[in-house]
T-cell receptor, first 112, second 116 residues
Framework: GEDVEQSLFLSVREGDSSVINCTYT??????LYWYKQEPGAGLQLLTY?????DMKQDQRLTVLLNKKDKHLSLRIADTQTGDSAIYFC????????????FGTGTSLTVIP | EAGVAQSPRYKIIEKRQSVAFWCNPI?????LYWYQQILGQGPKLLIQ????????DSQLPKDRFSAERLKGVDSTLKIQPAKLEDSAVYLC??????????????FGPGTRLTVT
């Protein structure tokens, strides 16, 4: 079955860059996503990348995908205290009922 | 547009009792998901509907959990009887097509269930 893994915790200083990593096992995954979850709230989609791409940039967010190593990362530039949250990576396959598989989540703490 | 609505937001019950959760997806979204999120873990898909049909319920504990989406809009998830290990946040999501076969899920705020 699908297995998506993340490190549990990350702590950075305000203004530094954050890098959150994710590994997955299913090589047939077509889309990979990053979601943000703030306390007491549902998940919010931040960005996604199609599996034939290596990189995607969206303002302060940069997603890197190494399909050979099945490794996905999310870089947040100029991290702010409002970025403190839990970040989940997820994978899905194209046109197969849109089943999503989520990682365990990385808790990002931004120190002022 | 209005987001995904869920109720109640919190529920505390004793083990062996029954409980039901309600979800109203974003208007026009054909796909609806129920997830279970245990503290410290990522969401785990329980059931996925496409309109009023079930696409995937392979991880739904069918001896105690049931879900329906009778008219292809609102959905209810029921647990009967509840066990201590059912304590979790139950998230509802609905999805729209992003393009090229990718779907964006919109999540509701969740219902936090505590079973004592």
């Amino acid at each position: 079955g699908e297995d998506v893994e993340q490190s549990l915790f990350l702590s950075v200083r305000e203004g530094d860059s954050s890098v959150i990593n994710c590994t997955y096992t299913d090589s047939s995954s077509t889309y990979l996503y990053w979601y943000k979850q703030e306390p007491g709230a549902g998940l919010q989609l931040l960005t996604y990348i199609f599996s034939n791409m290596d990189m995607k940039q969206d303002q302060r967010l940069t997603v890197l995908l190494n399909k050979k190593d099945k490794h996905l990362s999310l870089r947040i530039a100029d991290t702010q205290t409002g970025d403190s949250a839990i970040y989940f990576c997820a994978e899905s396959k194209q046109y197969t009922g849109n089943q999503f598989y989520f990682g365990t989540g990385t808790s990002l703490t931004v120190i002022p | 547009e209005a987001g995904v609505a869920q109720s109640p937001r919190y529920k505390i019950i004793e083990k062996r009792q029954s409980v039901a959760f309600w979800c109203n997806p974003i208007s026009g979204h054909a796909t609806l998901y129920w997830y279970q999120q245990i503290l410290g873990q990522g969401p785990k898909l329980l059931i996925q509907f496409q309109n009023n049909g079930v696409v995937d319920d392979s991880q739904l504990p069918k001896d105690r959990f049931s879900a329906e989406r009778l008219k292809g809009v609102d959905s209810t998830l029921k647990i009967q009887p509840a066990k201590l290990e059912d304590s979790a946040v139950y998230l509802c999501a609905s999805s729209s097509l992003l393009g090229r076969g990718s779907y964006e899920q919109y999540f509701g705020p969740g219902t936090r269930l505590t079973v004592t």
